[in-house]
């Protein structure tokens, strides 16, 4: 199945560190990713449902980063 | 608190404000080197400086171990357009499975118990390791791990016979 390219000709330590390194962008995106949809007016239902998460895990994660970083947060149910 | 115990702490207060400023939610064993190359006047700073590596020098190698890490997933981070999130002050930071691996080889580096681990110690349960985010980036700057290992190990001896 492999052809030329593809992931599973690269070395183990690179294939590896490329899936560390892009969970780790991941992350990143995600936190920046809350924090403009919040400061559009989103609500955590719309960002969850976005993201594919339960609203209780993207309010645990980022409200009190956001709340800190002085976004208005519209209330959690809104 | 002992001496060693009084500085691990600070160098491991130095690596959670390294990570949450780098928006991670743990401690990883990059953001104790960044926190070794950053902490003054200790053996373990002095190897990373005499090998040019200052806390900006480690954190550049840790981006481009970064980049370069993408690339081979075909991501090229040049191309990703990362808004920079507002980072939590407050936001409580434990230690991750790499920064946690890293005090366990310290520890046995230094064969005594966790209150006596010196800075040194630290480096070298950093430089133990062979895979992971802190060889490669090591290794894209063109540092040779061995001979920092050597040089850290001949640190602490004379620090020993002091």
Redesign the interface.
């Known amino acids: 199945m492999a052809g030329a390219g593809t ?1 599973t000709d ?1 070395d183990p ?10 969970r ?2 991941g ?3 995600e ?2 990713a ?3 949809a919040m400061r559009a007016g989103w609500g955590w239902p719309q960002v969850a449902e976005a993201l594919g998460v339960t609203r209780q895990a993207v309010h645990k994660k980022h409200a ?3 709340i ?2 002085g ?1 208005a947060l519209r209330r959690r149910d809104a | 608190m002992t001496e060693s115990g009084r500085l691990l702490k600070e160098i491991l207060e130095r690596g959670r404000a390294e990570a949450r400023r780098s928006g991670s939610t743990v401690v990883e064993a990059e953001h104790l080197l960044l926190a070794l190359a950053a902490h003054p006047g200790t053996s373990a700073q002095h190897v990373l400086a005499a090998a040019d590596l200052g806390r900006d020098a480690v954190r550049a190698a840790l981006d481009r171990e970064f980049a370069v890490s993408l690339r081979v997933a075909g991501v090229e981070l040049s191309d990703v357009d990362l808004p920079v999130a507002t980072a939590d002050p407050e936001r409580a930071v434990g230690l991750g499975t790499s920064a946690k691996l890293v005090l366990d080889r310290a520890v046995r580096r230094a064969g005594l118990g966790p209150g006596r681990i010196r800075p040194a110690h630290l480096l070298l349960g950093l430089l133990d390791a062979e895979v992971g985010t802190v060889p490669r980036a090591l290794a894209l700057a063109g540092v040779d791990r061995l001979e920092l290992v050597r040089r850290a190990r001949a640190a602490l001896a004379e620090e020993e016979d002091r």
Request: charge should be neutral; charged fraction near 30%.
């Open positions: 992931v690269t330590a690179d294939a590896l560190a490329a899936v560390a390194a892009l780790r962008l992350d990143r995106l936190d920046s809350v924090e403009s009190k980063r956001l800190a970083a976004v």
